[in-house]
């Protein structure tokens, strides 16, 4: 694998970003949820660093443990979404016909729904909390890498060395995990890494809406709906976070696509 421009600066962003959510889980500088009216509003300075908010909570130690919480719910949905996709791609794409039909029937079905409408389900079914954002967000995502594995799957069923291996008597289990799923992992891996970007971005939008994560446990897009009441007297509030998510995103998107580039993966 060839380093490039693109993978080194998304993995320097992404490691501060990544360094910064973990460091709160034993240290912020001020408790996240400690309330000070005699400070509410204050511009960034030397102590705060990212300001206070309007009930005077430090910003800095509120977008440290916000990260957590956000990095921790897109790790979740994007490995059990790659997990479950995986499968269901490599069986549509090596047994073809019927099976194939009915598994991408099923992923065409679950790619029609909204977000926004399968979130408001969950939490119908189940209650406003992280757990159903997550089981909403990993059915949303689950289709994308099935698509992707089962086209590598195809691609690669009726290669030579495949047929070989037939010829062998290897079956279904052999052949997908022993030979087809390791030429796929370059693909699956930065698939997985921009479908990072995608879940932050998701979640953060969730959360904005008052779906997910819930007070009093900090998240960045809930943070921003916090401070759109502040904006003009207090941009700070909403620049903290909204910067935050953003180099997120964007150093995510740089590592899949430098992932991709080294791999030599092309899009499908």
Known sequence: MKLNN????????????????LLSLIWVPFDYNEIDHSIRLTAPNAIHIFGTDNLGRDIFSRVMAGGRNTLLLAICTVAGAAAIGSILG??????????????????????????????????????????????ALLI???????????????????????QAEKILGAGFFRITIIHILPNLFPSLLS????????????ESAMSYLGLGIQPPYP????????????????????????????????????????LRRSFGVQND
């Open 6 to 21: 693109q993978l080194i600066i998304g993995a320097a962003i992404g490691f501060i970003i990544i360094t910064m959510s």
């Open 90 to 135: 490599l069986i549509a794409g090596f047994n073809g016909r019927f099976i194939d039909e009915i598994i991408m029937r099923i992923i065409d079905t679950l790619s029609s729904f909204p977000g926004i409408v399968l979130a408001l389900l969950m939490i119908a079914v189940l209650d406003n909390s992280q757990f159903s954002l997550f089981i």
């Open 140 to 162: 949303l995502f689950i289709p994308s890498y099935t698509r992707v594995m089962r086209t590598g799957t195809m691609k690669y069923k009726n290669a030579l060395f495949i």
């Open 191 to 202: 698939a997985s890494v921009i479908g990072l970007s995608n879940a932050i971005l998701a």
């Open 219 to 258: 998240s960045w897009g809930r943070m921003l709906f916090e401070s759109q009441g502040w904006f003009f007297n207090a941009p700070w509030y909403a620049l903290a976070p909204g910067i935050t998510i953003m180099m997120t995103v964007i150093a995510f998107h740089l590592i899949g696509e430098g």
